[in-house]
């Protein structure tokens, strides 16, 4: 287990160690905010994704590694394609959450996580959300199988909800994509 910095010098250490993992230089970000601009979930977030990057770069590890944004943050990948410098933020956020983890910090939050891997996997997989494989594939890896079933009869009525995966068109283009950010991870 990664035992949390108390000291600068530790700070630094662990600063290293997402570097490594993440293979990213951090310096790198001139803090444009391109990033920021392009994220979809920064309203909730406590530090946008440029201020998590300037945070790092300033050895404040210890803020990121327990910041609300990043448990929230999605990993749709969209501010790592965006990055002038060719950083992938996305993954810098996904390492500093890791780290995090080892470190013992934010447990509670690992439902949050399988659900985005589930969303992540679901739209790879059908070009858009298939509403209904999310819902159903989440609450029995969580053994609650009624988990949100509140949220149903309204989103029926919109119409929001689909029991048969959507047939679209672009879905191709949606793999391709996900494969060049896979081929930019690796
Ligand atoms: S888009 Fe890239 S260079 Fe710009 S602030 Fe974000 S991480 Fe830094
Ligand atoms: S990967 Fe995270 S930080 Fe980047 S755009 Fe998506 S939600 Fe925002």
């Given at each position: 287990?990664?035992?949390?910095?108390?000291?600068?010098?530790?700070?630094?250490?662990?600063?290293?160690?997402?570097?490594?993992?993440s293979?990213q230089?951090?310096?790198?970000?001139?803090?444009?905010?391109?990033?920021?601009?392009?994220?979809?979930?920064?309203?909730?977030?406590?530090?946008?994704?440029?201020?998590?990057?300037?945070?790092?770069?300033?050895?404040?590890?210890?803020?990121?590694?327990?910041?609300?944004?990043?448990?929230?943050?999605?990993?749709?990948?969209?501010?790592?394609?965006?990055?002038?410098?060719?950083?992938d933020v996305?993954g810098v956020i996904?390492t500093a959450?890791?780290?995090?983890?080892?470190?013992?910090?934010?447990?509670?939050?690992?439902?949050?996580?399988?659900?985005?891997?589930?969303?992540?996997?679901?739209?790879?997989?059908?070009?858009?959300?298939?509403?209904?494989?999310?819902?159903?594939?989440?609450?029995?890896?969580?053994?609650?199988?009624?988990?949100?079933?509140?949220?149903?009869?309204?989103?029926?009525?919109?119409?929001?909800?689909?029991?048969?995966?959507?047939?679209?068109?672009?879905?191709?283009?949606?793999?391709?994509?996900?494969?060049?950010?896979?081929?930019?991870?690796?």
């Amino acid at each position: 287990m990664i035992r949390f910095p108390e000291s600068i010098n530790a700070g630094a250490a662990l600063l290293a160690e997402i570097e490594k993992r993440s293979g990213q230089r951090l310096s790198a970000c001139y803090q444009c905010g391109r990033c920021t601009s392009t994220c979809v979930a920064a309203f909730a977030f406590d530090y946008p994704p440029h201020r998590l990057m300037r945070l790092l770069q300033v050895g404040m590890v210890r803020e990121v590694l327990a910041s609300r944004a990043a448990q929230l943050c999605l990993d749709c990948m969209t501010c790592s394609m965006r990055c002038p410098m060719k950083l992938d933020v996305a993954g810098v956020i996904e390492t500093a959450k890791a780290v995090a983890d080892e470190a013992g910090l934010k447990d509670s939050e690992r439902d949050l996580r399988l659900f985005r891997r589930g969303f992540l996997n679901n739209v790879r997989r059908h070009g858009r959300l298939h509403e209904a494989g999310l819902f159903f594939w989440f609450n029995l890896r969580t053994n609650n199988l009624f988990n949100d079933a509140g949220l149903l009869p309204p989103m029926l009525r919109k119409k929001n909800f689909h029991f048969v995966p959507p047939r679209i068109r672009h879905r191709r283009q949606v793999r391709r994509l996900f494969q060049q950010i896979n081929g930019r991870q690796g």
